[in-house]
Structures are given as structure tokens and as C-alpha cells.
């Protein structure tokens, strides 16, 4: 039986909540910003498309080309928990949901047909159930396959349906640019394109080895990308791999030299590590520290312990260790701090008066800020900045410990 699969992709999905969540933005040309003067477009609602303004713009750039376009601050625990409430509508359907990032997932409905009809109809269950629970619109591509899928999602936006049944295959690729493919950025298609091959058709007939000695092992990948054909299963969150390591790294609002600035953003980010750990169950017995400059060169240290460790203060001074001695060779533009050589924590009760305590003042502050929200309780250094706006990162999930609290 042919699989049945699912790409689901939210409609300009950060400006999208803003303007559910304020009625006064809807049907108007906004666009969603950091706070930073560094900031640039993260997100256009489509009324700002409609005059040329696209993600990644300045804002300068946004403006001349829409003198009115509405700029809007971006709240990322809006957009988290707008995902969470979207992928618990997936999970009505199916139990195989891959989250793909904040506003996309596959999802392998082929087993679900049985109890909710075709791949087409459970879409359209979906993007019906989205609209009246979460006010928002998506798009979503039916196909037998995830490299499919997510081909057909992007044939039809805004709010689009676009199913491509296994038979229309080889009509639907024969003409389509390699380029519209997931995975085939621009370096990939000038690289094709200097062999002959710019449509799939094309790729799909190409010599097998001939690719293979142009491109290595990602050869053969190609020619069936070119052909449509990908056997990549939908993996749910809960499967994906052991996390190797838990970490936080912040671009400044400005470059700066001052070590005191620095060290209360690594105490931030230490924090935000080690709520994480806790949250997951994990230690670790690695702390690595990572600066960029200003220059985009990077510099990263580690140390290793004996005793791991997933209290945030205790991360903090462990990254201390490496920074305080450090002589920065400019200013610097990223800051971070990751915990790797991660082992379940047992939940071992210490034998020592003082690390008791600290646990339990560790265990205290993580019940109040689960329940009244991030650095609702924070050391006194971070009472300037406990509602610092974090980019979303890529890894973003919304369970596990990829899921990040804004």
C-alpha cells in the first residue's frame, strides 16, 4: 500500500498569531521584529508580500518598500504555544507527527485513512480544525512521500491544498526545476545546472555514476530526488536521536568589550541550560563556552569535571572559569554556553548539607517559574534583563528537551 503523507506548513505563521491576537493588525501590512537595532524581518504578514517585502529584510529596506508597513515586536511564547496547540491537533489523526520547525510538520496519516477517509479529507479535518481552534490558516501537500509532501505544500499558499497520488509522479517532475526541491539551495542548482540538468526529469535520467563523481555519496540521493522518490520515514519527536548536548547562545543588541555585560548574558544562558537539564532529567559533566566577534570568528573552550552537574549557577561558573581569564581579541557578538557528556539524572539524594540545600532552592525556584513562567524568580544580576526575546532556534520542539521556555 502506498504511504500517505502529510506536509503541513503554517501561513506566515508569526505574523499570522499577531494578528489573531490583535484585531486591529488584521488585514493590514505588518511585519514581526526583534527588539534589537539589529533586528531584521523575521516574518511578513502577506498583505506586506503584496508590496515586496520579504523575510530578511532591514527594516529601513521594509519601509521603502512599504512606506505603512506596521512593525510588531515578536513574542515568542505566543508562537510556542500556538505550535503546541497546532501539533496537538495533529496528534488527534496521527501518532506519527515530525516536527519539522515551529510551523511545519510531516505527518504519516496512511494507517488513518481507515478512521478519517482519505489523505485529502484528513487535511481538510485539519486545516478546518486549525482555522476554528487556533484562528490561523496553512498549507498542506498530500503525497506519498516526505520530499512530495513538502513539494506539494508549497504549490498553493496561502491556504492551500495540493495532493499529488503516486500515479501523476513522473508527469508532475518531469518539468519542475531541481531547484523547487527541499535540500537544493542555489549552490547545488548553478552546480547542476553547469552539468545540463535543470528540472527533475532531467536529474532523475542522469547518469548515476556520473553524479557520483561529481557530487560523492549525495549522487545517487539526486537522481532519485529527480525521479520523486524518498523512503525517509516520518520519525515523532519521541524518537528522535539522544540529545548529545543542551545549550543557549544569544546575538548582543551590540557588539561590546565590557566582560561584567558579558558575564550576566552567560549567567542568563546558563540558567535557561540548566532549566532545561532539569526539566529532562539530564546531567553533564562538559561546559563549553563560545564567543563570536564582532569579525564572525568564533573561539570555543570546554572543561570537564567529575562530577556532573545541571544547576544553572553551577554551569554558570563553570563557564567562568573559561572566560575570566580569557583577553577577548575584539567585541564580541555572540555569546554561549552548552552542557554536553549528558547521563539521566538518578535524583540521588547527596550526602552534603550544602548541596542539599542548594537543590532544594534550585527545586523551589523551578515550581515558580513553571508556574508563573521563565525568571518569574531569578538572581538579582538578571533582574535588568529576565524578559531578554530569544530567537527561535531551527531545533525548536515542543516536547523534549529542544522545547525552550520563552
Same mark, same amino acid.
Given at each position: 500500500?502506498?504511504?500517505?503523507?502529510?506536509?503541513?506548513?503554517?501561513?506566515?505563521?508569526?505574523?499570522?498569531?499577531?494578528?489573531?491576537?490583535?484585531?486591529?493588525?488584521?488585514?493590514?501590512?505588518?511585519?514581526?521584529?526583534?527588539?534589537?537595532?539589529?533586528?531584521?524581518?523575521?516574518?511578513?504578514?502577506?498583505?506586506?508580500?503584496?508590496?515586496?517585502?520579504?523575510?530578511?529584510?532591514?527594516?529601513?529596506?521594509?519601509?521603502?518598500?512599504?512606506?505603512?508597513?506596521?512593525?510588531?515586536?515578536?513574542?515568542?511564547?505566543?508562537?510556542?504555544?500556538?505550535?503546541? @496547540?497546532? #501539533? &496537538?491537533?495533529?496528534?488527534?489523526?496521527?501518532?506519527?507527527?515530525?516536527?519539522?520547525?515551529? /510551523? +511545519? %510538520?510531516?505527518?504519516?496519516?496512511?494507517?488513518?485513512?481507515?478512521?478519517?477517509?482519505?489523505?485529502?479529507?484528513?487535511?481538510?479535518?485539519?486545516?478546518?480544525?486549525?482555522?476554528?481552534?487556533?484562528?490561523?490558516?496553512?498549507?498542506?501537500?498530500?503525497?506519498?512521500?516526505?520530499?512530495?509532501?513538502?513539494?506539494?505544500?508549497?504549490?498553493?499558499?496561502?491556504?492551500?491544498?495540493?495532493?499529488?497520488?503516486?500515479?501523476?509522479?513522473?508527469?508532475?517532475?518531469?518539468?519542475?526545476?531541481?531547484?523547487?526541491?527541499?535540500?537544493?539551495?542555489?549552490?547545488?542548482?548553478?552546480?547542476?545546472?553547469?552539468?545540463?540538468?535543470?528540472?527533475?526529469?532531467?536529474?532523475?535520467?542522469?547518469?548515476?555514476?556520473?553524479?557520483?563523481?561529481?557530487?560523492?555519496?549525495?549522487?545517487?540521493?539526486? @537522481?532519485? #530526488? &529527480?525521479?520523486?522518490?524518498?523512503?525517509?520515514?516520518?520519525?515523532?519527536?519521541?524518537?528522535? /536521536? +539522544? %540529545?548529545?548536548?543542551?545549550?543557549?547562545?544569544?546575538?548582543?543588541?551590540?557588539?561590546?568589550?565590557?566582560?561584567?555585560?558579558?558575564?550576566?548574558?552567560?549567567?542568563?544562558?546558563?540558567?535557561?541550560?540548566?532549566?532545561?537539564?532539569?526539566?529532562?532529567?539530564?546531567?553533564?559533566?562538559?561546559?563549553?563556552?563560545?564567543?563570536?566577534?564582532?569579525?564572525?570568528?568564533?573561539?570555543?573552550?570546554?572543561?570537564?569535571?567529575?562530577?556532573?552537574?545541571?544547576?544553572?549557577?553551577?554551569?554558570?561558573?563553570?563557564?567562568?572559569?573559561?572566560?575570566?581569564?580569557?583577553?577577548?581579541?575584539?567585541?564580541?557578538?555572540?555569546?554561549?554556553?552548552?552542557?554536553?557528556?549528558?547521563?539521566?539524572?538518578?535524583?540521588?539524594?547527596?550526602?552534603?548539607?550544602?548541596?542539599?540545600?542548594?537543590?532544594?532552592?534550585?527545586?523551589?525556584?523551578?515550581?515558580?517559574?513553571?508556574?508563573?513562567?521563565?525568571?518569574?524568580?531569578?538572581?538579582?544580576?538578571?533582574?535588568?534583563?529576565?524578559?531578554?526575546?530569544?530567537?527561535?532556534?531551527?531545533?525548536?520542539?515542543?516536547?523534549?528537551?529542544?522545547?525552550?521556555?520563552?
Amino acid at each position: 500500500m502506498s504511504r500517505v503523507i502529510l506536509h503541513i506548513d503554517m501561513n506566515a505563521f508569526f505574523a499570522s498569531v499577531e494578528q489573531v491576537a490583535n484585531p486591529k493588525l488584521r488585514g493590514k501590512p505588518i511585519v514581526v521584529v526583534g527588539a534589537s537595532h539589529r533586528t531584521v524581518i523575521t516574518t511578513a504578514s502577506y498583505e506586506a508580500r503584496a508590496f515586496g517585502v520579504k523575510t530578511g529584510m532591514t527594516v529601513p529596506e521594509a519601509k521603502k518598500a512599504c512606506p505603512h508597513v506596521i512593525l510588531v515586536i515578536g513574542d515568542n511564547r505566543k508562537y510556542t504555544t500556538a505550535s503546541t @496547540r497546532i #501539533m &496537538g491537533i495533529f496528534g488527534r489523526y496521527t501518532p506519527l507527527v515530525e516536527v519539522f520547525s515551529i /510551523d +511545519e %510538520a510531516f505527518l504519516d496519516v496512511t494507517h488513518s485513512c481507515l478512521l478519517f477517509g482519505t489523505g485529502e479529507e484528513i487535511a481538510r479535518r485539519i486545516k478546518a480544525d486549525i482555522k476554528r481552534e487556533v484562528g490561523l490558516t496553512c498549507s498542506v501537500g498530500v503525497a506519498p512521500n516526505k520530499l512530495l509532501a513538502k513539494l506539494a505544500s508549497d504549490m498553493q499558499k496561502p491556504d492551500g491544498l495540493t495532493v499529488i497520488p503516486p500515479e501523476r509522479v513522473s508527469e508532475v517532475m518531469e518539468t519542475l526545476p531541481a531547484s523547487e526541491l527541499c535540500g537544493i539551495g542555489p549552490g547545488l542548482t548553478a552546480s547542476l545546472a553547469a552539468l545540463g540538468i535543470k528540472t527533475c526529469g532531467q536529474l532523475g535520467r542522469f547518469s548515476a555514476s556520473a553524479l557520483r563523481t561529481r557530487f560523492g555519496i549525495i549522487g545517487e540521493r539526486l @537522481r532519485l #530526488m &529527480g525521479m520523486g522518490v524518498d523512503d525517509s520515514l516520518v520519525s515523532p519527536s519521541d524518537e528522535e /536521536d +539522544e %540529545a548529545k548536548s543542551v545549550g543557549h547562545s544569544m546575538t548582543l543588541t551590540r557588539d561590546t568589550g565590557d566582560k561584567d555585560e558579558l558575564s550576566a548574558h552567560l549567567l542568563h544562558l546558563s540558567e535557561k541550560v540548566g532549566r532545561r537539564m532539569r526539566r529532562n532529567n539530564y546531567l553533564g559533566d562538559t561546559v563549553t563556552l563560545t564567543i563570536r566577534y564582532a569579525d564572525f570568528r568564533t573561539f570555543s573552550q570546554s572543561m570537564r569535571f567529575k562530577k556532573p552537574i545541571n544547576d544553572g549557577m553551577a554551569i554558570f561558573l563553570s563557564a567562568m572559569k573559561l572566560f575570566t581569564p580569557l583577553r577577548l581579541a575584539m567585541k564580541v557578538r555572540l555569546v554561549g554556553v552548552s552542557v554536553s557528556g549528558l547521563v539521566c539524572d538518578p535524583m540521588q539524594v547527596s550526602l552534603f548539607a550544602e548541596d542539599r540545600k542548594r537543590a532544594a532552592v534550585t527545586e523551589a525556584m523551578d515550581m515558580v517559574n513553571d508556574r508563573y513562567g521563565e525568571f518569574t524568580v531569578t538572581w538579582g544580576t538578571l533582574l535588568s534583563r529576565y524578559n531578554h526575546k530569544d530567537v527561535i532556534a531551527p531545533a525548536w520542539r515542543p516536547t523534549g528537551v529542544k522545547r525552550v521556555e520563552y
